[in-house]
């Protein structure tokens, strides 16, 4: 057997030493720099809405929450060990501050999606005019919302012990898994699964005969139906199948992610399950939700429907005679204008 002196053991301890924090700190700075980037390029596919919601300014503030722990990583990163406003800085910090985001991004899913459907609730009972003047309060709302939630992370007993231990284990990072994501997307999926089977064969018929068309310049979808059908256009019965059309439409891989994710039971960091997709795809649900629950009040005028940035919820309903959209100026009936 080789022996090796003490001084290339001692080089290769350093040498191991020196990379293990290093490779870390550099998987987390690219895990984040994906996420950005995912940030990003989400953002920019989305619709251009006409008016501004409370989901729309959180996940503004979630992406620049994401870009300023990048810059902190990447700071803390290249300097290693330095003082600033008489605190100093080290590696152990890159994992502090990831572990505190990771605690507040876990515990943000409830209340989002509390104030998400208020706010789109609230939105069937205002006119659109009202609407427009509580746009000014969503910014103090998020505000209020991340000053919340990260004040009971810093001040809960048991945060606080868990991140005091690492200041004494430093190289072990976990960071917190979100039970909330998981019975948040447990209970989307388990409702879309009774929705999809109560409807399943009206779902079938109509991917069979729905078409798809322009109309004021925007892309919709229209359903043939019978003229002696015996129940009205805005009914939940009619509704259902429609919307799961229109949302599977579009989230369908998404759904089946949270499928996979559900059943292998993978854990995923806060830090990295807390992103714009799933804020959005949570969006799409909300509103689909609030539109079935509220179908008498779609055709009102004086109502500021909730718009989506990812689904367009144009349905129009065409006579089975009619095969021609473009020979009428007008369908019979759409659900949102």
């Known amino acids: 057997m080789t022996a090796l002196s003490s001084e290339n053991c001692s080089f290769q301890y350093q040498l ?5 924090p290093l490779d870390g700190n550099c998987l987390l700075f690219l895990i984040i720099l994906g996420k950005i980037l ?17 989901m729309e300014y959180f996940c503004i503030s979630l992406a620049f929450i994401d870009l300023l722990l990048l810059v902190n990583i990447s700071i803390i990163s290249y300097f290693r060990d330095f003082v600033l406003l008489g605190i100093r800085f080290t590696k152990y910090h890159i994992c502090l501050f990831t572990q ?18 208020i706010d789109y609730y609230l939105n069937f009972s205002k006119t659109t005019k009202l609407a427009f003047k509580c746009q000014k309060f969503y910014f103090f709302i998020v505000i209020l919302i991340w000053i919340s939630v990260l004040a009971y992370v810093l001040g809960d007993p048991a945060i606080y012990q868990s991140l005091k231990a690492q200041n004494v284990y430093s190289y ?15 209970s989307m999926v388990v409702i879309l699964f009774m929705a999809f089977l109560t409807s399943w064969s009206e779902v079938t018929a109509l991917v069979q005969a729905v078409r798809m068309t322009s109309y004021m310049n925007e892309t919709v979808l229209y359903f043939p139906f019978s003229s002696h059908c015996s129940y009205t256009l805005s ?5 259902l199948p429609k919307f799961i059309i229109c949302f599977l439409g579009t989230w369908l891989p998404f759904v089946l992610l949270q499928v996979i994710i559900l059943l ?16 959005y795809f949570v969006n799409s649900f909300l509103i689909a939700t609030v539109y079935w629950f509220n179908c008498h009040k779609l055709n009102l005028r004086d109502i500021a429907l909730p718009v989506d940035p990812f689904i367009n919820w144009k349905c129009c309903f065409i006579p089975l005679t009619i095969h021609n959209l473009e020979q009428i100026e007008k369908p019979i009936s759409i659900i949102i204008c």
């Open 38 to 54: 995912l940030n990003i390029l989400t953002l920019g596919m989305r619709r251009k809405i006409t008016y501004q919601n409370f």
């Open 100 to 117: 505190i985001i990771s605690f507040t991004y876990g515990f943000l899913h409830y209340p989002v999606f509390l104030i998400a459907c």
């Open 235 to 239: 009914s939940k019965k009619t509704l």
């Open 16 to 20: 191991h030493q020196a990379n293990q």
């Open 172 to 186: 072990q990072c976990p960071f917190y898994i979100s039970i909330q994501s998981y019975w948040l997307s447990f």
């Open 264 to 279: 292998l039971k993978v854990q995923i960091p806060a830090f990295i399950e807390m992103n714009i997709p799933w804020l």
